[in-house]
């Protein structure tokens, strides 16, 4: 099992990278921002929670405030409310005592009768809700001005002011309880009588010295100035407290009333939800402590809290990514920059010219070398487009032209070769190469050039073939030699038969046993012989005076009947039919052509002979390559064939099988046949046993083809030999 191989490594940049990004001191200066707006951040969000608890601390202390003056304002309005009710009661009081017993007569409070006054006065008045509240009113009534000097309870003998009539039994029970009862009683209607205004005792205190919840109140009355006399009321403040306090505030508040300050408890330490609220009763020292019962906090602040908690806890998220995302881009940037320097440094160690341009044909990118290769700075070369100022003038259209192809469908892998012209003049050769530009998404933006200036090679090339044209000039000399005896080869056969004509008709002629018309046709063989053999010599001496060849359009089918008429009546060869109807064109000399034929089927007859195959058999045949348009011409014979030794150097000069062979016959073949851009091959055919020589030439396009000049065919060096 073979390993799997490992993936190439990637190109370490860390020696260019040695000047980090972390490192800079913009990199410094960002992560000091960063830790900044971290640290701001947490500045907010402390502050935010202190300002929260100041706002509801603040918001606790406006609300007690507020609760506190609105129950001293809801305290002092109701017991005014009730002053006004007593005041009423006390003016229908004196009116019904006006029309009651004479002045001058001693009249005693009865209780019965103040009972039934108090129900008849409360039924029939519409008073306040401290009199209407159930419980609040303990007791009222009604004490005239007293005109005896009786008094029953207090001694008021002394006291400058008039004196009431006989106090009610609550008075004096509350009186009796406890000193300070009784002179806070007295007080009261001093206080009433005196400064006409109403006045309040207590609270009554238990025998005990424990305060009550009970304090009267005495509302004076005076008609036309003078004092007429004063309603009592006994109230219960337990009772008024909690009348004149709305459910609503029941619901969030406990409220108590404080009767005596020297004996309320002492306040916790850090207790900030009770205070007390003064009644402002006058002569009274009197309180309600307000406890706020724990109320679900405000929801408004904590719900705009939370929003900008999140707020921030994203903004500490999105800089905690961002800072990831400026070290990833800051690597990303170190590494680009890092193979931009490689880049660049690799740009201007080369030698080959670069240059980028879009689908247009407008110049992108050019760098130091094309710009040192056509001698225009890049300034002058960016954003042109065709035609460029580097292009020979003469070669503009044909520039134009070999441009247009290349912006279409780029260069092959061999490249375009064309010529520029460098700004002082001097032609500049050039190998261009064109790979597609693309974006990242696989967008075809344009082509990256990479231009190659051939320029010294080129010349050498030139001078390589002048070189190569005198070595021609100079084999093809030496080869003279080497074509005197292919001449005798190849005329031997024209002026044997020149001799064996002429010799003839010389003969009928001397016996006389000739006529006219016998002569005629032996004479048109004897100029179509000597044709021949002029026409060899031609050959031959244009060869060796390097002429052109004479190439038409030939059906290279009847050609080869034409050439090998001659030898199928003279001995068994076959000339096969073409495996296709029509004709088979092809472009060829055909006087070279047909001694390349003759020397092959003369060739197979002469080693046919020597086969074991009698009787001798030769077969020449046609085919078609389709695939790389080349027709063949197959000569095959029945003779031993070639060694496979041989076979390496059969087309060589001077190289022979045959004894008493020069050597060159074959040798001169493969010229002609390399001339005319084919190519010829020996191998063994299967079905004769002997040799096979194939012969390769390019078909031509049409039949009227326009006939071309080409050099003939260079002999090689040593001089070629047939088999």
């Given amino acids: 099992m073979q390993p799997t191989p490992r993936p190439p490594p990637e190109p370490d940049f860390g020696l260019l990278q040695q000047n980090a990004a972390s490192n800079s001191p913009r990199s410094r200066r960002t992560l000091a921002l960063l830790l900044g707006l971290l640290v701001l951040v947490v500045a907010s969000v402390v502050a935010l929670v202190l300002y929260l608890n100041a706002y509801e601390r603040a918001e606790?202390?406006?609300?007690?405030?507020?609760?506190?003056?609105?129950?001293?304002?809801?305290?002092?309005?109701?017991?005014?409310?009730?002053?006004?009710?007593?005041?009423v009661l006390a003016r229908q009081a004196s009116q019904s005592s006006a029309d009651s017993p004479t002045p001058g007569t001693t009249t005693t409070p009865d209780l019965a009768s103040t009972s039934t006054s108090t129900s008849t006065s409360r039924a029939s008045m519409q008073g306040g809700l401290l009199w209407n509240e159930p419980?609040?009113?303990?007791?009222?009534?009604?004490?005239?001005?007293?005109?005896?000097?009786?008094?029953?309870?207090?001694?008021?003998?002394a006291h400058p002011l008039p004196r009431l009539s006989g106090r009610p039994v609550r008075w004096l029970d509350d009186a009796?309880?406890?000193?300070?009862?009784?002179?806070?009683?007295?007080?009261?209607l001093d206080v009433a009588m005196g400064l006409r205004r109403s006045a309040y005792?207590?609270?009554?205190?238990?025998?005990?010295?424990?305060?009550?919840?009970?304090?009267?109140?005495?509302?004076?009355?005076?008609?036309?100035?003078?004092?007429?006399?004063?309603?009592?009321?006994?109230?219960?403040?337990?009772?008024?407290?909690?009348?004149?306090?709305?459910?609503?505030?029941?619901?969030?508040?406990?409220?108590r009333l404080v009767k005596d300050m020297a004996n309320a408890p002492p306040e916790a330490p850090g207790a900030d939800t009770s205070y007390l609220v003064p009644m402002n009763l006058p002569d009274t020292n009197l309180f309600i402590e307000v406890t706020a019962q724990p109320s679900p906090p405000a929801t408004v602040p904590r719900i705009f809290f939370l929003v900008a908690l999140v707020f921030l806890l994203g903004m500490l998220a999105s800089l905690a990514a961002l800072r990831r995302d400026m070290s990833k881009r800051q690597r990303v940037q170190a590494l680009l920059q890092a193979q931009v320097a490689l880049r660049t440094?690799?740009?201007?160690?080369?030698?080959?010219?670069?240059?980028?341009?879009?689908?247009?044909?407008?110049?992108?990118?050019?760098?130091?070398?094309?710009?040192?290769m056509v001698g225009y700075p890049a300034h002058e070369l960016l954003?042109?487009?065709?035609?460029?100022?580097?292009?020979?003038?003469?070669?503009?259209?044909?520039?134009?032209?070999?441009?247009?192809?290349?912006?279409?469908?780029?260069?092959?892998?061999?490249?375009?070769?064309?010529?520029?012209?460098?700004?002082?003049?001097?032609?500049?050769?050039?190998?261009?190469?064109?790979?597609?530009?693309?974006t990242p998404e696989g967008e075809h933006l344009g082509w990256m050039s990479s231009v190659l200036d051939i320029s010294e090679r080129k010349r050498a090339q030139r001078l390589a073939a002048r070189q190569q044209d005198k070595l021609e000039a100079s084999g093809r000399l030496v080869a003279m030699g080497e074509v005197a005896s292919t001449l005798a080869h190849e005329l031997n056969q024209p002026l044997g038969a020149l001799s064996?004509?002429?010799?003839?008709?010389?003969?009928?002629?001397?016996?006389?046993?000739?006529?006219?018309?016998?002569?005629?046709?032996?004479?048109?063989?004897?100029?179509?012989?000597?044709?021949?053999?002029?026409?060899?010599?031609?050959?031959?001496?244009?060869?060796?005076?390097?002429?052109?060849?004479?190439?038409?359009?030939?059906?290279?089918?009847?050609?080869l009947k034409k050439a090998t008429a001659s030898h199928t009546q003279t001995s068994g060869t076959t000339v096969l039919p073409l495996p296709q109807e029509g004709a088979l064109w092809v472009l060829a000399d055909g006087l070279l052509l047909e001694h390349v034929v003759a020397n092959l089927v003369g060739n197979a007859q002469d080693w046919a002979a020597r086969g074991p195959r009698q009787p001798p058999q030769v077969r020449v045949w046609l085919d078609v390559d389709p695939t790389h348009q080349l027709a063949a011409l197959h000569v095959a014979d029945s003779g031993p064939g070639v060694a496979p030794d041989d076979r390496e150097h059969i087309f060589s000069a001077f190289f022979s099988t045959k004894d008493g062979g020069m050597g060159m016959g074959l040798a001169i073949c493969r010229s002609i046949v390399e001339a005319h851009h084919g190519r010829i091959e020996v191998s063994q055919d299967a079905e004769l046993g002997g040799a096979r020589f194939t012969v390769w030439l390019p078909l031509a396009d049409h039949p009227n083809a326009t006939p071309t000049a080409e050099l003939p065919p260079s002999l090689p060096s040593p001089s070629p030999a047939a088999p």
């Fill in 201 to 255: 005792a207590g609270p009554m205190r238990q025998s005990g010295g424990h305060a009550s919840d009970v304090v009267w109140m005495a509302v004076p009355f005076f008609e036309r100035g003078s004092f007429v006399g004063t309603y009592l009321a006994a109230l219960s403040l337990d009772a008024c407290v909690q009348g004149l306090v709305p459910a609503w505030f029941h619901h969030t508040h406990d409220v």
């Fill in 500 to 559: 064996s004509f002429a010799n003839g008709l010389l003969n009928r002629l001397r016996s006389g046993n000739i006529a006219l018309s016998d002569i005629e046709p032996v004479v048109t063989r004897m100029a179509r012989l000597s044709d021949k053999a002029g026409g060899i010599i031609q050959r031959v001496n244009a060869f060796a005076r390097r002429r052109e060849l004479s190439r038409q359009v030939l059906d290279l089918a009847l050609f």
């Fill in 383 to 438: 954003g042109r487009s065709a035609p460029l100022p580097y292009w020979p003038p003469e070669h503009t259209d044909e520039l134009n032209v070999v441009h247009r192809g290349i912006i279409h469908k780029g260069t092959q892998d061999l490249g375009v070769e064309v010529q520029f012209q460098h700004r002082d003049g001097h032609p500049v050769d050039v190998l261009i190469h064109e790979a597609p530009l693309t």
């Fill in 176 to 188: 009796a309880r406890h000193p300070d009862n009784a002179e806070a009683l007295s007080s009261m």
């Fill in 345 to 372: 440094a690799m740009e201007n160690s080369v030698t080959i010219g670069l240059r980028a341009w879009t689908r247009e044909g407008k110049i992108l990118y050019v760098n130091d070398a094309f710009c040192r």
């Fill in 60 to 87: 606790e202390e406006r609300r007690r405030v507020a609760d506190g003056q609105w129950l001293e304002q809801s305290v002092r309005f109701h017991f005014n409310r009730l002053e006004d009710d007593l005041m």
């Fill in 135 to 157: 419980g609040a009113v303990l007791w009222h009534g009604w004490l005239p001005l007293q005109t005896d000097t009786q008094d029953i309870g207090t001694n008021l003998d």
